[in-house]
Each structure stands twice: as structure tokens, then as C-alpha cells.
């Protein structure tokens, strides 16, 4: 009779995966789930905050979404995982398509003992938000959907990689040098395998069935988002709780590389003020709506 493989160590795991020196302001932890080890990092947990999950995108780890989530530290109790079979977190196993990754989320939230959060995700996270908020809408209090990936415009994959390219060209350059360990380390097979899973997810009708606040927001030069008037064409086909923000002069990874922008747009939608800059303090780049749901609440005059 054949022996049975030992169930791999998820302790072995994180001494291998466990980072020599902090690389983030948030606290670095890990988490068994399932047995399988989650990396994640965290903020100070304060009394009855609003919780505030971040999502990377594909390939990646949460490394590149900590700028901005680190400006949200002091607002929302903040989380910023590395989803199972990405960045340090260990593998879920052969199967790995959106449905799964959304179950990953929710049962980290379990994990933690968190009911309820809003969820802020970055290319492929936003398919596996939207994902989340129809499998688990009483779990979700907000979206923010930040630079939209994995729909009809970034097929086929020769397309996306083309598109990925030239959007390597346009982030900051220290982006690379964060990226490329998470790319190498994630494989070619499951780049292969996650694709095709993108490619048959139903991301715009998940996304327009959305029954919570949304705010979607992309860049002027991201080569993996058709153009805004198309964006909000859309966006606007039908009644919805979408909020559609242009940040002028951002390509993919706004989370990256217009930290403090996008930090403020996200306050002002939780609070549900108008998109305005505040002159002087972020300058950088014009951030304006596109486009208001009609199920959105109404946002409030600014002082």
C-alpha cells in the first residue's frame, strides 16, 4: 500500500516565508487557515473601528497596495493580506479561479473575527470584491474598485501581457522592483490557469448587480482600462450604486503610485462627500466624478 503524503508544515512555511525586516509601517502576522499559512499585515486595533480590506491584484502580493493602505491606518482598522497562493501566503491547493479567492477573503475575515468590512481591491481584487459581494452581501459594507481588470478588453492573454507592458513603462519605477518577485514567484501555470479564470468570470454583470456603495476609480493612462467615456457609458446603462472617479494622470497601480490621492478620494466617498481636491494638498493629480449611481447616498456639501 502506497504512503500517504504528510500534510505539509505550515510552521516550516512561515520560518521560510517570514520577511528578515519589516517592510511596511502596519504590523507583519501570519494566520493559518485551512491549514494553509495566510501573510497579512495589520493596524492597531482601536475601540469599534470600521474595518477596511485591501486586495491585491494578479500575480502580486499586498506589498504594492501598503502606501495607500497606510494612510488609512488611522481611519479604518485596516488589513492587507497576501491571498492564499500569492506573495508569502502558502497555496490553495490545484484550483485557483476567482469563486475561490473571494471564499479565501471571507474566511480570513472569519479568521480574524470580523463580521462585516469594505473592501478596497486593485485589478483582479476587484473581480474578486464584486465576487464577494454576491456570494456574501451581508458581509460587505462598501466597495472601492480601483483600476477594474480581467474583462472582454484584456483578452487574450497575449493582449493582457502586451497591455501589462506598457503599463510597466508608465508606473514608478520602484514598482518593478517590487513586482517582479511576486510575478516570478507566482509562476507561469497559475498566470495561465488565473487568466482563464478572469476570462469567464461575469465581472460587469457582477459588478452592475452591486447592491452596495461603489466607488470605481481609473487612471487616464492605464493601457488595461478602455477609455473613460466608454467607462462611463457603461457605468451608466442602467440605475446603480456606482460612483466613477478619473484620477488624470495615473496608469494602473493607483495604489501605488498615487498613494495620497487615492487615500483621499477614499475618505471623502466613506463619508460620502463630492469628489474635490483640496487645493495644495493634493496637487499631484486631478481627481474628478464621472459618474454618480442613483442608488448612492447623497453626498454631503463640503465645508
Known amino acids: 500500500m502506497k504512503k500517504r503524503a504528510a500534510p505539509p508544515n505550515p510552521n516550516r512555511h512561515i520560518a521560510r516565508r517570514t520577511p528578515r525586516r519589516p517592510s511596511s509601517a502596519l504590523a507583519e502576522r501570519w494566520i493559518v487557515i ?28 499586498g506589498r504594492y497596495l501598503l502606501p495607500t493602505a497606510e494612510l488609512l491606518r488611522d481611519d479604518y482598522h485596516t488589513l492587507v493580506p497576501d491571498l492564499p497562493g500569492f506573495g508569502r501566503s502558502g497555496r490553495l491547493g490545484a484550483r485557483l479561479d476567482i469563486p475561490d479567492l473571494a471564499e479565501a477573503a471571507v474566511r480570513f475575515l472569519d479568521a480574524k473575527g470580523i463580521e462585516r468590512a469594505s473592501l478596497v481591491g486593485n485589478s483582479m481584487g476587484c473581480p474578486v470584491i ?76 457582477r459588478l452592475l448587480a452591486l447592491k452596495v456603495p461603489t466607488l470605481a476609480v481609473i487612471g487616464t493612462r492605464d493601457p488595461l482600462i478602455p477609455h473613460f467615456d466608454r467607462v462611463r457609458e457603461i457605468a451608466a446603462r442602467e440605475d446603480n450604486h456606482i460612483l466613477l472617479v478619473v484620477m488624470e494622470g495615473a496608469a494602473h497601480a493607483i495604489n501605488f503610485s498615487h498613494p495620497q490621492e487615492l487615500a483621499h478620494v477614499i475618505r471623502l466617498f466613506m463619508a460620502d462627500r463630492p469628489i474635490l481636491d483640496r487645493p495644495g494638498t493634493h496637487a499631484h493629480a486631478r481627481a474628478y466624478e464621472l459618474h454618480r449611481g442613483v442608488h448612492l447616498p447623497d453626498a454631503k456639501n463640503c465645508d
Open 34 to 61: 485551512d491549514g494553509v499559512p495566510v501573510f497579512y499585515r495589520e493596524s492597531p486595533l482601536r475601540l469599534d473601528p470600521p474595518h477596511m480590506l485591501h486586495l491585491h491584484g494578479f500575480g502580486l502580493s
Open 130 to 205: 464584486v465576487e464577494f459581494a454576491y456570494r456574501f452581501p451581508d458581509r460587505i459594507d462598501r466597495a472601492v474598485l480601483v483600476s477594474p481588470a480581467g474583462g472582454v478588453y484584456n483578452q487574450p492573454l497575449r493582449r493582457a501581457v502586451t497591455q501589462l507592458a506598457r503599463d510597466g513603462g508608465r508606473e514608478p519605477r520602484k514598482m518593478v522592483t517590487v513586482a517582479t518577485p511576486d510575478y516570478l514567484r507566482f509562476g507561469v501555470p497559475s498566470t495561465v490557469r488565473l487568466f482563464r479564470a478572469l476570462t469567464q468570470f461575469p465581472s460587469l454583470e
